[in-house]
């Protein structure tokens, strides 16, 4: 019995020495990771990409810029070697979501949806419960968490799929009806899962599939050709595997290439119909950790989906998916735009935002 015990006894401490092994590993690695974000904010662009590339033979990151009202990119390798100007396809993840916001918006135009309208008036849901408001989902003040288990993404964890993969539509709708968002107001959150239900308002409304409305809008409407739900046909590998008709198309499922995201970029500068309403702040959110401010990144205010930085006037938003990380950001006053499409994962070195948001500023103090 006293041998049983001592060997438990040691079989305790032993697990104990392990964990406190690891945490001191992670606490180590976050700290040098502080420590190197920290030198960020004094290195130029070229500096940050040379050091996001370094020794990677993998890397493929395009950047793009709009300018005096030109436009131009440019494709880096390893060490921020400039690698030939060729076009390659990119998952853009939650920069989806602007699109989903403009089609919203294209909605509210047509008179399909009112902004101020709670979600079940386009949505079979059960009566009696206090649902979000359109805005509230478009701005992520609706109380709704990033997203909620289910059972897909148990399956999806142990086999390293897209955490979204097979969640459908029924789910989704179903959580909505469980939910009930009786508080006056929220603070923002950050919600795949709004988003989802954003693509289930569009479904009804135009009573078409998201992928065929986003489709539809990004290459016949916008002439966008290269932009869409994601078929996983592009050129870079590793894409995020989705099933047709899932519920989180609408949050972060789109691919696209640099001519694409730079006519989209213009878009905005140029206060295209459809996302002049967008960039019109809705709700001051004051989202901005103490790490983002170190890297000049400001959440100050949001429309619909766009992040507004008062602070140094630049509308933006990124995306990231497991192995891609995305950033589209632009000055409407000195009409200057920066799109950053990255095969790497966004907890790489240093993600596109920062890259972005540091070519950006750049290109403006040049004024």
Known sequence: MRKIEERTKKMILIIAV?????????GGIMIYGRYQMSKIPKLSFQEILEYTTKDNADAVITVGIVKDGQISYKVYGENGK???????????????????????????QEEKINIDCTIDNYLSLPKGNTYPTIEELLTHTSGYKGYYLESPMVSNFFNGRNDFYGVTKEMVSDKAGNLNMDKASYDFVYSNYGYAVLGLVLESVYETEYTSLLNDFAQNELCLTSTQISDKSGDLGKYWDWKDGDAYLSAGAVTSNIEDMLLYAQMQLENNSYFSDCHNSLKSINASTEMYKTMGIHMDEIGMSWIIDSKNNIIWHNGGTGNYNSYLGFNPETGTAVVVLSNLAPNYRVPA???????????????
């Open 18 to 26: 392990v964990v406190f092994c690891i945490a001191l590993i992670f």
């Open 82 to 108: 400039e690698l030939p100007a060729e076009l390659h396809t990119y998952e853009i993840g939650s920069l989806t979501k602007t699109f989903t916001a403009a089609l919203i918006s294209k909605a509210i």
């Open 353 to 367: 935002t920062v890259l972005g948001v540091k070519l950006l500023l750049e290109l403006d103090n040049e004024k």
